[in-house]
Each structure stands twice: as C-alpha cells, then as structure tokens.
C-alpha cells in the first residue's frame, strides 16, 4: 500500500483529527506571489482572440472539433481561463471582505475557481517552429497577460521523448506546474489535495473553451516527471509538473529538434522571506512520481465503483435541462463563488437543478491521457434538495445516464449539512441544492499506482469547474467547498466503504440587487 492511501485517508478524516502540523498559522504578511516572477525576462504581451459567440451554436459541452490553434485563439483561452478579467468588490460573508476595499488585498475575476482564490498553477507554453514565435519556453504572466520568454530554442523534442509518444504530432505544448508553497502557506499539509484540483479545473476550463470554439485538447498526467522538470530548470522538491496539453497548431507540425540536454536557467523570485517545507506534502509528492511514466490503460480502472446505497428508493426524472442563455466567454467571465449570497426565495426550478447536475456530471470521465469516452466514470453525485420546485426535501443519488434522482434518504438535511460544514461564509439551508462529490480514491490508487491520487482529485475538480461555469449560463448562483466533515458525510448518504465525499457544491437562487463593484478589465 503506497502512502496515497495514508494521505486519502487523513484527508477524510481532517475535520475529526486534524492534519499535522496542527497549530500551523498562515503569516499572511510574508505570503508568496500568485504566480511566478521573473525579473528581467522578456516580456511578450498577448493578443485576444476567440468569439464571444462560441458556446451558443455548439453549447457549452458539446462535441471536440477539428481545427488548430493560433497565437490569437491562445491568447484568448489563456485570458478567458486563468487571466485576470476584472476587480470584484461586493457585501458577502467570506472572511476576506473587510480587507477587499484596499488595492494590495483586491479581488480580481479570472475564468477558472481555485481552492482558497489562491492561483498556484504555472502555465508554460514550450513551442516549437511551427509556431509564430522564436521557439522556446515561455510562462504567461497572468497579471500582464503576457508571455516571459525564459529559453530561447526549440525543446519540443525532449518534451515529446518525456510524453512516451501522446504528443506526436504538434511542437506546441501548455505544461502546467505547481509552486507548492504558493498554496502550502495557508492550507500546509492539506495543500495537495487542493492543488491537484486545481489542476483539474483549468484543464475542465480549456476543453469547454476549445470544444466552443472547434478545438480539441487532451492532456496528460502520466509522463517522465522529472525529466519536464529539468527541462523547466524546477526544484522537484519545491515544484511539480502536473498536466502537459498538447496543442493541434493550425497548419501542422514543422520538423523539430531531437531530445536533449537543454533546459531553462531562469529562476523566479520568491516574495517570501520565510518559506516552509511540509513533511507530508513532500511524502505525498514523492509517492506520486513513482511509475509516473507508466500510463494506465482505461481497462486498469475497471469497477473501481461499488454499487451505491439507495438502490430501491423512489425516482424522479428531472426535466430537460435549459439551453445555456451565455457562450462560453460570458460565462467564464460571470463566474464566481456566491459566498452568503444565496436565498431561499424563490426556489430554484427542476430545470435549473438538472442544468446543474448535467454540467458537473459531464466530467466524471477522466479526459487525459486518451482515456476520454473508453474509461468509466470515476465520480458520483449526490444531491441534498433543500428548495427546489417540483422535488422533495431529500437526498438522492443522481444517475446521469436517466436524468433521474433517486431518493438515498428522505426529508429536511438542512441543519446537517450547516452542522458539518466548517466555516461561516455559506448558510447552506439557503442553497436551493447542495451536491456531494464522491470518488473511489482507493479503489483508483490501487488500480494504478499512487499517482491515481492526482488524476482522482483532477476529475474532481474538473466536475467543480464545469457546474462554475454551467451555472450563470442557467441563471443560478453557485458556491464550492472542501471545508466539510467528509465521514459525517459518508455516514449519512450509506456510502460503502472506499466511496469518499471529496467536494460540496452549493447552487440555487442568489439575492436581488446585491451591493456589488464589478469593474471589468478585459
């Protein structure tokens, strides 16, 4: 048994023992950059490209298309998805609000959710010559929405050798890592789990923003780990690689260079005087790097899923889901998390709630590493109905082949879902549904190694991303969360033993004329 098990498992169990170091305290002074910085290196800035149409004819999840990708069309996934967008100012319940007003604590929109609005993913672009610059290694500087050049040269073929073959074809690549201090300092040991969504969330981004535009993409989690980490010049100890996308570039691929030695000599900057090393997070880190170049068949996850508790109860089948009102682009841009704003009146329609469902269950199957549409699906949803019109108080298993609930346990959740939740920014009563993601996180790492542990949480987060972004399109206010008792949970929904409640999402009907500043800067 890996140590993925032993991280999984204390995860579960935070909200009763929690995760060392436990008296562990954020100095949110000395906190690190959202995002890398890199004095000196050259600054390329990005055009924007994509339709503000794209979504409305194709619909936010429709099918893969067949075009290629240009400098204009990047640029505008780039923006749309992890760019900042706009500085958001509004009366909510988090935490945070009463240092909002300042200009160095400001809250600024981007596409894509991440755990805590923290932002720890790095995007690189490594691109070879069919592409429209001098080919090299860049990183997109999120708050310029802009490219660093950090290596000058073509690398493509050493990224491809460390790719076992996915990535022939293309000399365009987007390699996501992560600076585990960039989230660590405020989450420490728990910050694994989060990154690993987050990393789900924007790749979930990506493939509705290429799909809406008549793209394609399909990433990677299984490569040769270290060797894209010296590429990147990276410490392994302070820094992960965790998706590689490669990119069908319109035109085709030109001849690239063999594989070698070449890497990036660039370093950021740390804004931080202090920066902590986390035992676990090294453990987990480690673990999941093991066998990293060995990529599972779709086979290997084969009945991964027990079957789930309620086989008997009562079904309701849930009407046809509205077409989306946004493309994708005003979609990505309304996003944001409702924070306290929800309310209870008017109750949310059966058809808003199927939207929902629909949108997070669209990516319950694993879309890296060619598994799309051959593996099965590695997330469950299970939804406590609170005040949704037409359906009765309850919690139901949701089956997505049927659009059909099915009725786990009957009646009011409402006191045990605000009992077991652990922070004060959301009255969950108020949400018109709150939906429990389950995955079999065991079952997976024991299928394929410890480094199932990311693409696990990758399909979670992913599911998180897809609701985000379903939800203004339908009219709904939306909210996520990992601060929750995941046992009480499990206790209350039956679950069987391995099907573990990783994420709660929150939706329903959002407060009229709330006091809001929305000043958009793209």
Same mark, same amino acid.
């Given at each position: ?19 060392e @170091? ?20 050259? $600054? ?13 004819d194709?619909?936010?999840?429709? @099918? ?23 500085r ?10 009463g ?5 160095? $604590? ?10 805590g ?27 310029? $929405? ?30 996501? *890592? ?20 987050? *990393?789900?969330?924007?790749? /979930? *981004? ?9 793209? $394609? ?7 040769? /780990? ?7 010049g990276?410490d ?13 570039w ?16 660039? *370093?950021? #900057? ?7 090393e ?23 996850l084969?009945g991964?899923f /027990?079957?789930?508790p ?11 889901? @509205?077409?989306?009102?946004l ?5 990505? #841009? ?16 059966? /058809? ?13 199957v ?13 997330t ?18 949701? +089956?997505?082949?049927?659009?059909t609930? #099915? ?24 949400a ?7 995955a ?37 206010? !939306? ?6 008792d !995941? ?6 929904l039956?679950?069987? +033993?391995? +099907? ?23």
């Open positions: 048994m890996g140590y993925a098990h032993e991280y999984a498992a204390a995860v579960m169990r935070r909200a009763r023992v929690p995760m @170091p436990a008296d562990f305290v954020p100095d949110w002074a000395d906190r690190p950059r959202k995002g890398k910085y890199f004095p000196g290196a050259p $600054h390329l800035p990005l055009p924007d490209g994509g339709s503000a149409e794209a979504g409305l194709r619909g936010l999840y429709g @099918p893969p298309g067949e075009g290629g990708f240009t400098l204009s069309l990047l640029g505008g996934m780039l923006r749309d998805s992890y760019g900042l967008t706009g958001r100012l509004a009366v909510q319940a988090n935490s945070d609000l240092s909002l007003p300042l200009y160095p $604590h400001a809250n600024w929109s981007r596409g894509t959710a991440s755990g609005g923290l932002y720890p993913v790095g995007i690189h672009w490594v691109s070879g010559p069919s592409g429209p610059l001098t080919p090299g290694v860049h990183y997109y500087a999120t708050e310029h $929405h802009a490219l660093r050049r950090l290596l000058a040269g073509d690398v493509t073929g050493e990224l491809r050798a460390a790719l076992g073959g996915l990535g022939d074809g293309t000399d365009q690549f987007l390699v996501l *890592t992560v600076k585990f201090w960039q989230n660590a300092f405020k989450y420490n040991s728990f910050a694994y789990h989060v990154v690993t969504m987050d *990393t789900g969330a924007l790749l /979930e *981004t990506w493939r509705i923003w290429a799909r809406a535009h008549g793209l $394609h993409l399909d990433g990677a989690l299984w490569f040769d /780990e270290e060797r894209i980490g010296r590429l990147l990276l392994a100890a302070e820094e992960g690689v965790f998706a590689v996308v490669p990119l069908h319109e035109g085709g691929a030109a001849e690239s260079a063999p594989a070698g030695e070449t890497q990036v000599r660039v *370093t950021d #900057r740390e804004r931080s005087r202090t920066v902590i986390f035992e676990t997070v090294r453990r987990i880190h480690a673990a999941t790097l093991v066998g990293a170049a060995e990529r599972p068949s779709a086979g290997a084969a991964v /027990e079957a789930g309620g086989a008997g109860g009562e079904r309701i089948e849930l009407p046809e889901p @509205p077409v989306p009102a493309g994708v682009r005003a979609a990505l #841009r309304a996003r944001r998390s409702s924070f306290g704003r929800f309310t209870a009146l008017p109750a949310m329609s059966a /058809e808003q709630l199927s939207a929902a469902l629909a949108a997070a269950a669209s990516a319950a694993p879309q890296t590493d060619g598994l799309g549409g051959r593996a099965p699906e590695l469950r949803l299970y939804v406590f109905v609170n005040q949704v019109a037409g359906v009765p108080a309850g919690a139901y298993a949701y +089956e997505p082949a049927t659009r609930l #099915r009725l786990v346990v009957a009646g009011l959740h409402g006191e045990f879902l605000q009992d077991n939740y652990f922070l004060a920014n959301y009255d969950l009563e108020q018109g549904a709150v939906i429990a993601v389950t079999p996180t065991p079952a997976v790492v024991d299928a394929v190694g410890d480094r199932g542990l990311r693409l696990v949480n990758s399909v979670v987060g992913a599911t998180a991303q897809a609701l985000y972004t379903a939800a203004p399109a339908v009219g709904l206010g !939306c909210g996520v969360a990992l601060g929750f !995941c046992l009480s949970y499990a206790e209350q039956g679950l069987p +033993e391995g +099907e573990i409640p990783l994420l709660i999402m929150m939706v329903g009907q959002e407060q009229r004329s709330p006091a809001d500043f929305d000043h958009s800067i793209a």
